[in-house]
Each structure stands twice: as structure tokens, then as C-alpha cells.
């Protein structure tokens, strides 16, 4: 009888503790000292800051001590945002840290479209942006309005977007990707102009394997350099030349 009046007791504190934080809950929400005057956001390259304003859909009636977890998801649903975090500062400032998501090619479809590591194209100017990416070529290009390329497709940006990861002064030389075959890829340089074939599966230290072999081939023979470093063979490299 003495647990069950325990029991008792404690669930008629906890509720009524409850009960007043939800009262004092609603009194902050709807008190003007914490209305929103202000929105800090950090993070922002290629998305536009209205845009972000925007999709917080924010009234003179928004209060800091909202939800701030359906706004981030607001701001996420942004086809540039990776991920959103948002906190208050008082009286009545949210603080909006933003996650871009990062493009790694462009993508012909004909005109140049950038596309992020899981093949998403993305609503970015590259003339605007400057952005000095190679180009993914691909057989099969998006439907008519589709927001991603077909599987193929998004296989060689996860690609190109782990080999950047790996090792990103080789990706910055690259001009070109395409498939070679079903389970390889071409990697083309344009300065020296060099092709580098490399299996799909392939752990990412071969392409520095691939460069210091492309090193030492133009340092012996600088007047015929290699137009193919082949990366495919398990434990070799194969230089081909012109000749």
C-alpha cells in the first residue's frame, strides 16, 4: 500500500512539473521579448541567404522558442543543403548553421550541370561559381526533369567524389571521367595530357602509385610522355606511350 501510494506521489509531482513547464512553455511563445528580430546563417557558398530566410517561412509572430528542429528541416528540404542546425541566442536571434552539399562534377545534359557524390544535379551556375571540376561523361544522361542521373551515373560521381576525398591534388588534374567498360574508369588529365585507367574497386592509393610511375616516365623520356597509365593490374602499373 506505502508503494503504491509512492507511486502515487511521484506521478502527481512529475505531472504537475510537467504541467508547468508546458504552461511557462506556451508564456515564452507567446511573450514579444522573444519574438524573432534577427537571423544569423553561416555556411552559405552557393545558396542564396533569401533563400534560406525563405524556407524558415519566418511571421512577425515567430518566436524563438519554437521548434527550432522543423525549421532545420525546412531549411533541409533546400536541394543545396546537406544538413541544417539551429540554435537561439537571446532575446531573439536564431543562429542557422547550413551544410552545402558539394558538387565533385558537371555533368552535359547538354549544358553543364554540377552534380554532388550521390549523383544529385544541382542548382548551380558553374560560370557564375567558377567551378573548376571535371566533367562526368556518361552514356545515359537524366530524364526530363529528373533530379538525378541514372544508376550508372551516380556510381562514377560516388567515385569521383571518394577518389577527391582520397586524394584530392590528383581529382584537381583531372578533366574528364568516363566508364571503361562496366567495372573501370578513365580518368583524363589534360595537363600533362595523360589518361588514367583505374578498376572501380580499386584502393585509392593507386592513383599515387599512378602518379609517381607518370613522374619518373616523363623524367626519363621527357620528349615521348606517356598518353595511358594503366592502373587495372593488380601490384603493376602499365605506361603506354605513343610509339
Known amino acids: 500500500m506505502r508503494r503504491d501510494a509512492r507511486i502515487l506521489v511521484a506521478t502527481l509531482v512529475v505531472g504537475g512539473l510537467w504541467m508547468g513547464a508546458r504552461r511557462a512553455w506556451v ?4 511573450t514579444n521579448t522573444f519574438r524573432v528580430r534577427d537571423v544569423e546563417i553561416s555556411g552559405l557558398r552557393y545558396l542564396d541567404r533569401d533563400a534560406v530566410l525563405h524556407a524558415l517561412d519566418l511571421t512577425e509572430e515567430s518566436n524563438i522558442w519554437s521548434d527550432v528542429g522543423v525549421w532545420a528541416r525546412d531549411v533541409e528540404r533546400l536541394p543545396l543543403v546537406e544538413r541544417a542546425h539551429i540554435r537561439r541566442r537571446m532575446p531573439g536571434t536564431l543562429v ?3 551544410v552545402e552539399r558539394t558538387p565533385v ?7 553543364l550541370r554540377p552534380v554532388d557524390a550521390r549523383g544529385a ?5 558553374p560560370a557564375e561559381h567558377r567551378l573548376d571540376l571535371p566533367v ?3 552514356s545515359r544522361m537524366p530524364a526530363p ?6 544508376r550508372n551515373g551516380r556510381r562514377l560521381a560516388a567515385l569521383i567524389a571518394r577518389l577527391d576525398e582520397a586524394d584530392a591534388d590528383f581529382m584537381e588534374g583531372a578533366s574528364e571521367v568516363t566508364w571503361q567498360g562496366g567495372h573501370a574508369l578513365v580518368i583524363r588529365w589534360s595537363e600533362p595530357q595523360v589518361d588514367f585507367l583505374l578498376n572501380a574497386a580499386a584502393p585509392a592509393r593507386r592513383v599515387r602509385e ?9 623524367a626519363r623520356e621527357p620528349s615521348d610522355p606517356p598518353i595511358a597509365i594503366d592502373l587495372r ?7 603506354r606511350r605513343k610509339r
Do not use: K
Open 27 to 30: 508564456a515564452l511563445a507567446a
Open 96 to 98: 542557422v548553421s547550413v
Open 105 to 111: 562534377a558537371l555533368v552535359p545534359t547538354p549544358v
Open 121 to 125: 544535379l544541382l542548382p548551380i551556375d
Open 136 to 138: 562526368l561523361h556518361e
Open 145 to 150: 526533369g529528373s533530379l538525378f542521373l541514372p
Open 210 to 218: 599512378g602518379l609517381t610511375v607518370l613522374s619518373d616516365a616523363m
Open 233 to 239: 593490374y593488380a601490384d603493376q602499373v602499365v605506361v
